[in-house]
């Protein structure tokens, strides 16, 4: 796999990762270089979980079009080099790209050409996301690009998967056949995030409603919007907003709440680790997603919505096309999107009505178990059994996907003729 991420921290990528290492493949991901809790570098080379790590010398940097340029270049040079090389030695049978940007499926060339499949996994459609950053008329010709890159990938890629069904329809929109596209649905995993016993009351204070928002604070997750409705309700609706996360619009959202006089109703908790985040859910009243809708946020689907739900939170979210796709309305707090009024309507509605809330959680309790990564790890694996077939079949009298005595998958996925079983 090669993607431009920081391995640890990207809960798509190790998923995938390690659900095929716990099936037996051999898994190397090429990411970026990544520090660990007190701020040291980790090890360039590491094996996590079974997964092989090779971490290029690229940090993963917030910054203006020219930082993302350099980051997304270097990424396709240097991961060019070293998944040419893990071919060489290992005779790879399947490249995993993951996008952004879609383009580095090119580091795939040389395996590419001597007979690896490719496959492109999108996470996020650029040309769209960038519509939803830059409206200007000036940036016609980068969309333009955008697509083109977009179109070259879809194009070289054997197998594209992406994160949702209402995404799948976006690819095929754009000219890639159904029978090349696999949804691999973004759901959260429930070893990390299992669903807990549903709470009997609600709120857990009759003095304050703790509002939890998880994730980055860009101008996508328009977390103003959460301050706006905050203040639209003061002295009528003790909230308190409780931020896990960073991100470029932060500062811009702790200023507007002083601006609007409610400040101590914003609590920023920082970046919180991953194992941290379930309890931090479990003290709080109700989780929100404030994302924009548009021609990006229609196609967005947002993991930490269910993480909420397993953790017996009710979740407002924006009335966006995707979301209403997978969770009915008797399920959710559903608001018109970016309007502060009717977020603040909706948790006054909440509020005021505590069996309501409890109803709908139920609801949802009974949605999770088919929202779940658990659902998608056997369609991933099954679509990998197909791929290395794909690329082994022709090799005479051998089952690359022969199991040993033990029923477990002990194989490795390399090259036919040097492909060995683990004893």
């Given amino acids: 796999m090669l993607a431009h991420t920081t391995y640890l921290r990207d809960p798509r990528v190790r998923r995938e990762a390690e659900t095929l290492a716990e099936a037996g493949i051999e898994v190397h991901v090429i990411s970026l270089s990544e520090q660990d809790a007190a701020g040291q570098p980790e090890p360039r080379r590491a094996v996590v ?6 971490r ?4 993963k940097r917030r910054g203006n079009s020219l930082r993302y340029l350099y980051e997304y270049c270097a990424t396709l040079a240097l991961g060019s080099l070293a998944l040419t090389r893990l071919h060489w030695q290992r005779r790879l049978n399947v490249v995993h790209v993951h996008n952004m ?4 499926v090119l580091a795939a060339t040389i395996p590419w050409l001597t007979g690896a499949r490719v496959v492109l996994d999108v996470h996020d459609p650029m040309p769209e996301l960038y519509m939803s950053w830059d409206h ?4 016609r010709l980068l969309i333009a690009l955008l697509r083109l890159q977009e179109r070259l990938s879809y194009a070289i890629a054997n197998r594209v998967v992406t994160v949702n069904d209402s995404m799948r329809d976006n690819i095929r929109a754009k000219g890639v056949a159904d029978e090349r596209i696999v949804v691999l649905n973004n759901f959260p995993d429930q070893r990390l995030f299992p669903v807990c016993e549903p709470p009997t009351s609600w709120p857990r204070s009759t003095n304050n409603l703790v509002l939890l928002y998880c994730g980055t604070i860009t101008e996508h997750y328009d977390l103003a919007l959460a301050v706006k409705a905050i203040a639209r309700l003061a002295g009528e609706v003790p909230v308190t907003l409780r931020i896990l996360g960073e991100g470029p619009r932060l500062a811009e959202v702790l200023s507007l709440a002083s601006t609007l006089g409610v400040r101590n109703s914003v609590e920023h908790m920082g970046f919180v680790a ?3 985040v379930r309890s931090e859910m479990r003290t709080a009243d109700a989780g929100i997603s404030c ?5 990006f946020g229609d196609l967005y689907f947002s993991t930490k919505i269910v993480e909420y739900l397993t953790q017996g939170l009710p979740v407002l979210s924006p009335r966006t096309r995707t979301i209403r796709r997978y969770l009915p309305d008797e399920a959710m707090f559903y608001f018109e ?6 977020l603040a309507e909706c948790l006054a509605f909440m509020w005021r009505n505590p069996d309501d809330v409890l109803r709908r959680l139920a609801i949802a309790r009974d949605l999770l178990p088919r929202l779940s990564w658990q659902t998608e790890k056997a369609k991933l694996v099954s679509f990998y059994r197909d791929l290395i077939g794909e690329r082994t079949d022709h090799v005479p009298g051998r089952d690359p996907l022969a199991m040993g005595d033990s029923g477990s998958h002990d194989y490795v996925v390399e090259h036919p003729t040097k492909a060995r079983k683990r004893q």
């Fill in 291 to 295: 994302h924009r809708a548009g021609v």
């Fill in 274 to 276: 991953l194992d941290r």
């Fill in 136 to 139: 200007r008329v000036s940036n």
């Fill in 49 to 54: 979980n079974g997964v092989h790590l090779h």
């Fill in 337 to 342: 999107p970016g309007n502060e009024v009717a």
């Fill in 56 to 59: 290029l010398p690229v940090r």
């Fill in 101 to 104: 940007p879609d383009i580095l």
